[in-house]
């Protein structure tokens, strides 16, 4: 049972996947991944999966590691914002 159908639709299916882990977290060995990421129709998808299970490497819905951690701590103090707000 596939339990992430939206990887059948992912523009990545059938590239070769080590452009999505180049050997450095820089943006410019990112960039050709990421170039497929952007016309992607299951971006999110991908990048809420990597998010979710915590993927440490490889760029996911057009995010490498790096940019990932940054979208976990924003969303980390939104809530912590929000919980805050409703507390006062």
């Given at each position: 049972m596939?339990?992430?159908?939206?990887?059948?639709?992912?523009?990545?299916?059938?590239?070769?996947?080590?452009?999505?882990?180049?050997?450095?977290?820089?943006?410019?060995?990112?960039?050709?991944?990421?170039?497929?990421?952007?016309?992607?129709?299951?971006?999110?998808?991908?990048?809420?999966?990597?998010?979710?299970?915590?993927?440490?490497?490889?760029?996911?819905?057009?995010?490498?590691?790096?940019?990932r951690?940054?979208?976990?701590?924003?969303?980390?103090?939104?809530?912590?914002?929000?919980?805050?707000?409703?507390?006062?």
């Amino acid at each position: 049972m596939n339990t992430q159908p939206w990887r059948a639709k992912a523009a990545c299916r059938g590239l070769d996947p080590s452009i999505f882990y180049p050997s450095a977290d820089e943006e410019d060995e990112a960039a050709p991944a990421k170039e497929v990421c952007a016309v992607c129709p299951v971006q999110v998808e991908c990048l809420e999966h990597a998010l979710g299970f915590r993927e440490r490497e490889g760029v996911w819905g057009g995010a490498t590691e790096r940019e990932r951690r940054r979208i976990i701590r924003q969303r980390r103090r939104a809530a912590y914002a929000a919980a805050a707000k409703r507390s006062a």
